[in-house]
């Protein structure tokens, strides 16, 4: 990654000749400012996920090195790129592939000495830490295919497998990831014939599983060797997804602030922001949106009641750059009308944003089939008993994941394997939709089994 | 906690009750609960039930639905396998043995089952603290407050307006756990046994995140002063950074410095819109509090400890100690980042640092579910 820290020059967005119908991933007014390819990365924290991200992103990480820090796991998150093709046709590859911040603008010189050819941008793509749990717990309830594609790192410098790697390629399998590029990474720890070996082992090893096949490139993220290969290799084995432009857009809210200085003047208040990923449609600044299940209150009766909320988009962005609309890939910024207070300190996680109207029903209680694992995860022996899963009673206090939705739940009453659940805070979901059931056992949330929605029972009007 | 810990005395002097009678007239409105044993054992029990008259409700729209008696016919589009998954048909299945759990258990020190109702005299004492500050507070033990557990409060932060709800936030959440590690209770000890833990009850404030700095003390010096949110940038607070920097200086130079009982710690700083600052909280010199836009490093290297985990650092990267004050805020837009702190909203399984191989085994059994 170079840096280019020119003011950058993007492409000019237009609402008024926006032609939803003719939108793909690779519109130039779209790829030039946000990324539309979520590729995830899975590796072992210390085989270089990082770096190799932070390698072709530039985005910088933040650095844990010592045991005197409560995560020495380094969480990237999510992190945009730029990647180009020089068009001077004598510009050689792989070398003529690049990558840079997702802020650069669209056609950078060519840094080869004497090439004087412009790169043009190919791919704006999203790097997402993998499996990060709620990637792969959204993809387990909902089957739907959150990333397109996957970089699968493994340390040159250890042989193959090594521990987790097996998981990481059931992890593939279950995200139902066909287009993987695995990334031999520290090379220029080892010399050429432990690299050689390696790749042999790899071979093996992914032979039979989902990742056979799959393009092996040997680089070191460290020394910046190999990026360019990386580069060509998303362009050209990486297939453009298929994605909903024309739907009513919809999307799953993961944050939401105040971002407002205290004691602003009313008329210089900006209201709330909300980010989140967009799962289909298009959203676009001046849309009328709905937030469901929105604000949460208690009233004069104890009773509980939740509002849905009803505002106006005033401004999109992804990472630093502004949009006039967004499309389904990577993380996206929603300024909105909504009162501020309402969006601190996250208050709206787990809420959907979308079009006045389109959204799912707000259920307070569900009704569930359910299906209990017989013991808990990740014991293999058979005579232990507390590692039971005990069956579902009354009065039961839960923890149920809807979607990309957490909360609480008590049970209500059950019967076979029908469960009635109060939700503490309402969900926007739909009869069909699958939940995931987990209980404190040890002091822990552990899984105990998943259900499905059979019907939901809405707030009194 | 365990006596050998080296940090022991910095952290002891930095909970709650030490410090807040010392600091009343600087920090918000508080109460401290000295907790009885039987509270604790309540805390620790997996037993996790909610009745139905405090969990919180909301108006029904059809009050058939929560009959005992109406159910659908469930559409059963999962296919599920038996050798992972109970079963609920007519031929008994041998493996539901539940009901002799219960005896089995007993002598699992999780598993002792403890009504509300067994210390009722608490409950009491919550309501009429929560009313006496305005019908909302937010609750902690001797350290920390359960941020990890928002997800199991029905406005998602940390405002309690009942005890039912004060009891869902601290039974779930890890920060929680943590806490209830650091002293030994006696098994021999009867449950109205006082024990080093309290429950902090404090009245409940609009806070505005952005205006929450966390502030590090080493020799009675203050030498830095971080954003406490560190995932957002906030772009009014640039041309704010002087005064509140000058406003924070000021207050620890008046109201903590020579009160506080150790040389070195943190202090948790809200400045107000009128500059005006309020004490949060106070924290250990010890890895569990977030050093935020700092490394330790920088103002302790004497501490570090380099385990095998990590990469080794060459002596160009190393950081550079701090020694006069430096305030470091987030400086750029960076778009959307996730909270991290919201991976607690999963169940543990599907964290992949565990010991276990419970992701692996997770994911066979969904594959098979899926066949
Ligand atoms: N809205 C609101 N937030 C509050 C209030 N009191 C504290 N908070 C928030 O709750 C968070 C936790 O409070 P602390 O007492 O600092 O929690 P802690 O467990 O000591 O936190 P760490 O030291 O970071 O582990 C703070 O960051 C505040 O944002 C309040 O009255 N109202
Ligand atoms: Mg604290
Ligand atoms: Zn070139």
Redesign the interface.
């Known amino acids: 990654m170079a840096s280019v820290k020119a003011k950058p020059n993007l492409l000019p967005q237009d609402i008024a000749t926006l032609n939803v119908n003719e939108l793909n991933p690779l519109t130039p007014y779209v790829i030039s400012r946000q990324a539309t390819i979520n590729i995830g990365t899975i590796g072992h924290v210390?085989h270089g996920k990082s770096t190799v991200v932070k390698a072709i992103s530039g985005?910088q990480t933040v650095?844990?090195?010592?045991?005197?820090?409560?995560?020495?796991?380094i969480?990237l998150?999510?992190a945009?790129a730029k990647i180009f093709k020089c068009d001077n046709q004598e510009c050689p590859r792989p070398g003529c592939y690049k990558s840079y911040r997702?802020n650069t603008e669209d056609s950078p010189n060519c840094e080869r000495p004497g090439c004087g050819g412009k790169m043009h941008l190919l791919r704006h793509v999203s790097f997402v830490d993998c499996?990060?749990?709620?990637v792969?717990?959204a993809t387990?309830l909902n089957g739907a295919a959150v990333m397109d594609a996957a970089l699968l790192l493994i340390a040159g410098n250890e042989s193959c497998p090594q521990p987790?790697t097996?998981?990481h390629i059931?992890?593939i399998?279950?995200m139902n990831l066909k287009n993987i590029i695995i990334l031999q990474n520290k090379i220029d720890l080892v010399k050429e014939a432990a690299a050689q070996e390696q790749y042999g082992q790899i071979l093996k090893f992914i032979q039979g599983t989902i990742a056979e096949g799959c393009p092996i490139i040997p680089i070191s993220a460290q020394m910046k060797y190999n990026i360019d290969v990386i580069c060509e290799y998303i362009v050209k084995k990486i297939p453009i997804p298929p994605r909903d432009f024309t739907s009513d857009p919809r999307m799953i809210v993961?944050?939401s602030?105040?971002?407002?200085?205290?004691?602003s003047r009313v008329d210089e208040l900006k209201g709330g922001v909300a980010?989140?990923s967009i799962l289909k449609g298009v959203l676009k600044i001046g849309d009328e949106i709905e937030v469901r299940p929105g604000v949460?209150s208690?009233e004069l009766d104890?009773?509980?009641?939740?509002s849905p909320i009803f505002s106006k988009i005033v401004s999109l962005?992804?990472?630093?750059n502004e949009l006039q609309y967004a499309v389904p890939g990577g993380?996206?910024?929603v300024g909105t009308k909504i009162d501020p207070?309402l969006c601190?300190?996250?208050?709206?996680?787990?809420q959907v944003l979308g079009s006045v109207g389109k959204l799912p029903e707000i259920f307070?209680?569900l009704?569930v089939?359910f299906?209990?694992?017989?013991r808990?995860?990740?014991?293999k022996s058979e005579g232990d008993?507390?590692n039971?899963?005990?069956?579902l009673s009354k009065?039961?206090?839960l923890?149920v994941?809807i979607g990309s939705t957490?909360?609480?739940c008590?049970v209500?009453?059950v019967?076979?394997?029908?469960a009635?659940l109060?939700l503490?805070?309402?969900v926007c979901t739909q009869e069909?939709e699958?939940i995931?059931l987990?209980?404190?056992?040890?002091?822990?949330?552990?899984?105990i089994?998943?259900g499905?929605i059979?019907?939901g029972?809405?707030?009194?009007? | 906690m365990n006596k050998t810990d080296k940090y022991f005395e910095n952290k002891r002097k930095c909970m709650f009750q030490e410090w807040y009678p010392t600091f009343k007239q600087v920090t918000f409105s508080s109460t401290i609960i000295p907790l009885p044993k039987i509270f604790i054992d309540y805390l620790n029990s997996d037993h996790f039930v909610s009745n139905e008259q405090e969990f919180p409700q909301y108006r029904n729209d059809d009050p058939e639905f929560l009959d005992d008696e109406s159910w659908s016919t469930p559409r059963r589009s999962t296919i599920v396998d038996s050798k992972y998954y109970q079963s609920y048909g007519s031929d008994s299945d041998s493996d539901s043995d539940d009901s002799d759990d219960s005896n089995d258990d007993d002598k699992k020190k999780n598993s002792r089952i403890i009504k509300e109702s067994e210390f009722q005299h608490l409950l009491d004492e919550i309501k009429s603290i929560i009313t006496k500050y305005g019908g909302y507070v937010l609750p902690k033990l001797n350290w920390s407050a359960p941020k990890d557990a928002t997800f199991m409060n029905a406005f998602c932060t940390l405002k309690c307006s009942t005890p039912t709800d004060v009891f869902l936030l601290l039974k779930s959440s890890d920060f929680i756990n943590h806490d209830l590690a650091q002293f030994e209770t006696n098994e021999q000890d009867d449950d109205l046994t006082i024990t080093p833990y309290v429950l902090v009850l404090r009245k409940w404030q609009n806070l505005t995140e952005s205006m929450e700095f966390r502030c590090f003390v080493k020799d009675k010096k203050l030498l830095g002063i971080s954003q406490r949110d560190t995932s957002t940038y906030y772009s009014f607070l640039k041309d704010k950074k002087e005064s509140i920097q000058e406003s924070i200086e000021s207050f620890f130079n008046q109201n903590i410095k020579d009160k506080f009982s150790q040389d070195s710690y943190t202090f948790d700083a809200y400045v107000t819109k009128e500059n005006k600052v309020w004490l949060i909280d106070f924290n250990p010199i010890h890895p569990s509090t977030d050093s935020l836009l700092f490394d330790w490093e920088e103002f302790f290297p004497e501490l570090i400890v380099d385990d095998e985990e990590s990469t080794p650092i060459s002596e160009q990267d190393k950081l550079k100690l701090i020694q006069d004050l430096e305030f470091r805020l987030i400086e750029n837009r960076e778009g959307i980042r996730p909270n991290l702190a919201m991976e607690s909203r999963l169940p543990m399984d599907l964290k992949d640092s565990s010991q276990s191989s419970a992701i692996n085994d997770l994911l066979e059994k969904f594959k098979d579910k899926l066949q």
């Open positions: 210390a985005v650095r844990f090195t010592s045991e005197f820090k409560r995560n020495i796991t969480k998150g999510y945009n997702s499996p990060g749990h709620d792969l717990m387990m987790q097996s998981e059931a992890a399998e279950i993961i944050r602030f105040d971002v407002n200085k205290p004691g980010g989140g949460i208690k104890g009773k509980m009641k939740c962005f992804a990472e630093e993380l996206i910024g207070t601190r300190a996250d208050r709206l996680v787990g307070t209680t009704e089939n299906f209990l694992l017989r808990l995860l990740g014991v008993k507390q039971k899963v005990k069956k009065d039961d206090t923890m994941n957490s909360t609480g008590r209500i009453a019967k076979h394997d029908l009635k109060a503490l805070t309402p069909g699958k995931a987990s209980r404190r056992v040890d002091k822990n949330w552990r899984l089994g998943w499905e059979q019907r029972m809405s707030e009194k009007a």
